[in-house]
């Protein structure tokens, strides 16, 4: 075990099984020191997660539904009262209904624009205000999120938008909370083999794709982007905030294919 997360306390929100980027970023945190906690959803999700949660070392585990009022305040009354205060929280949660992964854009409805927007970005900041008074010495705040802000990406449609809100978001909160000493920041990894990603139609020819494309010729690891989020919670980042950190072997830098593949 090395230290760069020695006494640090982080809330982990979004494991979903072994292969999730909560859970890669939860095991390289605990490798370097840190205590941890556990959110999940429902019972069925909560199997899943206690195993992985007691092979850390933890046994801290709330049942969170982050659209649930009652629910997000029992969950930071419950962190209060053991721990007194947090280090840091991983938010790696989104959704979206996937039958409107598919198609076009300009037929998202109403209902799941709304749903989507909710869940993937205002879940965000809700959880940022309810970190703060947990946070008097100052902190970190971590988010996911993906190219398909910014860039149009098949059958990413209103996630790209819930992105491209919440890393917008990222910003505003990077400049609310900065004199609190919290840095808050998101990490964009390319196409990962996880359950969230599964969902998305054509998740293997994007992830063939990038992983052929990229400089790199490989996509991220979740080893890679656990380290990436060890170095933005430690103290190794302390002045890095309000940032995209993309951890996707370089393919964002490309403006078409490689010659080879077009």
Known sequence: MADLMSGKRGLIMG???ERSIAWGIA??????????????????F?????????????DLLVDVDVSDEDSMEKCFNLIGDRWGGLDFIVHAIAYSDK?????????TSKENFINSLSISCFSFIDIAR??????PNGGTLLTLTY???????PFY???????????????????????????????????????????????????????SNAPLRSNATLNAVGGT??????????YTTGEIIRVDGGYHVLGMPLSENI
């Open 15 to 17: 494991v979903a099984n």
């Open 27 to 44: 095991s390289a945190m605990a490798s370097e020191g840190a205590e941890l906690a556990f959110s999940y959803q429902g019972e069925a």
């Open 46 to 58: 909560g199997r899943r997660v206690k195993p992985l949660a007691e092979s850390l070392g933890s």
């Open 99 to 107: 039958n409107e992964l598919t198609g076009r854009f300009i037929d």
């Open 130 to 135: 309810r970190a703060v008074p947990l946070m």
């Open 147 to 153: 190219q398909g802000s910014n860039r149009v990406t």
């Open 157 to 211: 449609n209103v996630m790209g938008a819930a992105k491209a809100a919440l890393e917008s978001s990222v910003r505003y909160l990077a400049n609310d909370l900065g004199p609190n000493n919290i840095r808050v920041n998101a990490i964009s990894p390319g196409p990962m083999k996880t359950l969230a990603g599964a969902a998305i139609g054509g998740a293997r020819k994007t992830f063939r794709h990038t992983e």
């Open 229 to 238: 989020a060890v170095y933005l919670a430690s103290e190794m980042g302390l």
